[in-house]
């Protein structure tokens, strides 16, 4: 008589036992709530800083980040484009690309801030820059000197 196998077994009909899928081993996968975290420090934000630009709640970002396990469907949009990622970025569905950090974006967010302001205003703000700018030119001439 036969042998007979059982269906969806899990052994080969020469007997060798289906490999494992080796993706699924000792690979800790990344939370939805350390991904956005990582992500809005990589930005240069912190959380109320994330608030500011996503009008999302300060408490909710930190809640987010660490307490659940549920993706906030309706924020994603909002989270994705301050992040500049794209939402399945956000979710972990496509990687990251490692692009080199050439810039404080805490610095040029405050500069995007600063060209919507009046031309008066913004005249008076290049003005002070400039003066702190030289200043810190001079300090820079009188160490070469020194040394």
């Known amino acids: 008589?036969?042998?007979?196998?059982?269906?969806?077994?899990?052994?080969?009909?020469t007997g060798d036992v289906m490999p494992k899928r080796e993706a699924h081993l000792n690979?800790?996968?990344e939370t939805f709530g350390t991904r956005l975290a990582r992500l809005r420090r990589e930005a240069g934000f912190s959380q109320r800083d994330l608030q500011a630009e996503t009008d999302i709640p300060q408490r909710v970002i930190a809640y987010y980040e660490k307490q659940t396990k549920h993706i906030p469907a309706h924020l994603l949009?909002?989270?994705s484009?301050?992040?500049?990622?794209?939402?399945d970025q956000l979710m972990g569905l496509d990687k990251l690309k490692a692009?080199?950090?050439?810039r404080d974006n805490r610095l040029w967010r405050r500069v995007s801030q600063l060209e919507k302001l009046p031309a008066k205003e913004r005249k008076q703000i290049v003005q002070?820059?400039?003066?702190f700018l030289d200043?810190?030119?001079l300090?820079?001439?009188?160490i070469k000197q020194a040394g």
């Not at 059982?6 to 009909?13: C, F, Q, W």
């Not at 484009?81 to 939402?87: E, F, H, N, S």
């Open 27 to 29: 690979i800790p996968e």
């Open 77 to 79: 949009p909002r989270l």
């Open 135 to 137: 200043r810190e030119k």
């Open 99 to 102: 692009a080199p950090k050439t």
């Open 1 to 13: 008589m036969p042998e007979t196998m059982l269906y969806n077994s899990g052994i080969t009909p």
């Open 81 to 87: 484009k301050a992040l500049g990622v794209t939402v």
């Open 139 to 142: 300090k820079e001439g009188q």
């Open 128 to 131: 002070l820059l400039d003066t």
